[in-house]
Nanobody, 124 residues
């Protein structure tokens, strides 16, 4: 059973940085694509980044150049480094594990396992 836990959220000023972590339960297949999504109040869930088993990475235009995704399979952990944060980045951030062979499109239905989310607030 795949179980995901996010951490690292918090309050940061505009222009600041945060690093989110997504810890997967032991035994989570290393070949699954891991994605990060976010949802702001009153808005639809947005897929923002994912990383494949081959460490291919994909980013939404809204975060490209500011966010970096990486994974450490030995630690069962995926990271999302967020720089130059803006107030519009405020949201609950979720990590998710895709169904085998899926995930690169950052579409929520391609992901079978979800964490509980971590709040990121960007405000002065």
């Amino acid at each position: 059973q795949v179980h995901l836990v996010e951490s690292g959220g918090g309050l940061v000023q505009p222009g600041g940085s945060l690093r989110l972590s997504c810890l997967a339960s032991a035994g989570t297949p290393g070949y699954l694509t891991i994605g990060w999504f976010r949802q702001a109040p009153g808005k639809e869930r947005e897929g923002i980044s994912c990383i494949t088993r081959h460490n291919d990475t994909y980013y939404a235009d809204s975060v490209k150049g500011r966010f970096t995704i990486s994974r450490d399979n030995a630690k069962n952990t995926t990271y999302l480094e967020m720089n130059n944060l803006k107030p519009e980045d405020t949201a609950v951030y979720y990590c998710a594990a895709a169904r085998p062979g899926y995930g690169e499109g950052l579409v929520g239905v391609e992901y079978a396992h979800w964490g509980q989310g971590t709040q990121v607030t960007v405000s002065s």
